[in-house]
Every structure is written in C-alpha cells, then in structure tokens.
T-cell receptor
Framework: DTAVSQTPKYLVTQMGNDKSIKCEQN?????MYWYKQDSKKFLKIMFS???????INETVPNRFSPKSPDKAHLNLHINSLELGDSAVYFC?????????????FGPGTRLTVT | AQSVTQLGSHVSVSEGALVLLRCNYS??????LFWYVQYPNQGLQLLLK??????LVKGINGFEAEFKKSETSFHLTKPSAHMSDAAEYFC????????????FGRGTSLIVHP
C-alpha cells in the first residue's frame, strides 16, 4: 500500500500554462506539505497545511496555491508557469501532534517547463 | 531558530570502506534529529531518528548516528559501504514543542566506488 502518492510523476508543459499536481496520503496524518527540490537537490518547503492552519513560505510566489479538499489530499496548483518552476515537487505528510514529527514523502513529480 | 549544516556536498568512498556523513545543528531546545535517504528518482525516506534516550541510534541498512550535545552534531556512519548505498542523504532537525516543520540540510551525495 502506497502511503503518500502523487500524480503525475512527470509533467512537461509550456510557459504560461496552469497545472496541478495531486497528492494523497492514507496514513491518517493531519498535516501535509509541499516541497520543491531544485537541480542541486536543495529541499525548500513551500507550504504546510493542516485542518487548523496554512503556513506559507513567504518566498513562494502567489502563483502557487495549495488546495485541500479533505484531510487526506493536498493538491498544488500553479498558475502562469515559468521556466524557473522546473523542479521536482514532493508532497509529504506527518502527524503534527506526534512525538517525533517525522515526515513521509511521496515519490515526487518532475515538472519541466519549456 | 533551528538550522542544519551538512559538511561536504559530496562524499566518495570505496565499497567496503567506512561511511561518515557529517551533520551539525543549531537549536534553542534539545532537538529531534533525523537522517533521510533519497535514492535516485525517489522520494525521501527516514533512515533513523533521535528523540530522547540513548544517544546512539540505529537505522535501516546498517546505518547509525550518534547525538553529541556538546558538539551539536549528529553524524551518520556505516562500517562498510555497499554500492546500493549510493544516494543523497539529508539531515534534519525539529524542535519539540515548537514548529513541527523540520529544517533540512542541503544534502550530501554519497558516491560508492567498486
């Protein structure tokens, strides 16, 4: 059973388009995240979201928006895609009230903007 | 505020040699510490974690790490490297009672030569 899943795995699109990446977790966790990993493997947190609060990294452009239809899903919507958005995007989840805060990651979505 | 420094963006070892990946942290409270591994084209997975108690923690695939408060370090070791250990390794820190969002280091790429 896949704990955290993402679709699609690969996404190739042109500048200016709008796209979404879906994420689902079946771990019963209450908190989900989106990370961006650049070509140098640096992980940057974009959003953290649970049913109480959305924490946004202030450096993330407002073209990026998380959408959560329910506790098990956190989708990432990106408007007006730019070349610099090309990266691997990871969804993760954790139980915010747990003792250890460890995170469970999805397999990633490689976004290429041409 | 918490921070993590991983010394060396690349570490190269021969198969069978000792693996040592360095991690130093900064935290205002006794931290929770993590090592994650990312195999090529995959998401991150937890290798091991330190929360409280014994300072030497054992993880999967023969890895272990020791929490040294006096040195603010949490270095990752493995006595004998295998080719399959080639991956990106991330150290992370979070603060109990504080933000549940961990801070990740920039990662260390482990290269294993035959």
């Amino acid at each position: 059973d896949t704990a955290v899943s993402q679709t699609p795995k690969y996404l190739v699109t042109q500048m200016g388009n709008d796209k979404s990446i879906k994420c689902e977790q079946n771990l019963g966790h209450d908190t989900m995240y989106w990370y961006k990993q650049d070509s140098k493997k640096f992980l940057k947190i974009m959003f953290s979201y649970n049913n109480k609060e959305l924490i946004i990294n202030e450096t993330v452009p407002n073209r990026f928006s998380p959408k959560s239809p329910d506790k098990a899903h956190l989708n990432l919507h990106i408007n007006s895609l730019e070349l610099g958005d090309s990266a691997v995007y990871f969804c993760a989840s954790s139980q915010a009230g747990s003792a250890t805060y460890e995170q469970y990651f999805g397999p990633g979505t490689r976004l290429t903007v041409t | 505020a918490q921070s993590v420094t991983q010394l060396g963006s690349h570490v190269s070892v021969s198969e069978g040699a000792l693996v040592l990946l360095r991690c130093n942290y900064s935290s205002s409270v006794p931290p929770y510490l993590f090592w994650y591994v990312q195999y090529p084209n995959q998401g991150l997975q937890l290798l091991l974690k330190y929360t409280t108690g014994a300072t030497l923690v054992k993880g999967i695939n023969g890895f272990e790490a020791e929490f040294k408060k006096s040195e603010t370090s949490f270095h990752l070791t493995k006595p004998s490297a295998h080719m399959s250990d080639a991956a990106e390794y991330f150290c992370a820190v979070s603060e109990p009672g504080g933000s549940y969002i961990p801070t990740f280091g920039r990662g260390t790429s482990l290269i294993v030569h035959p």
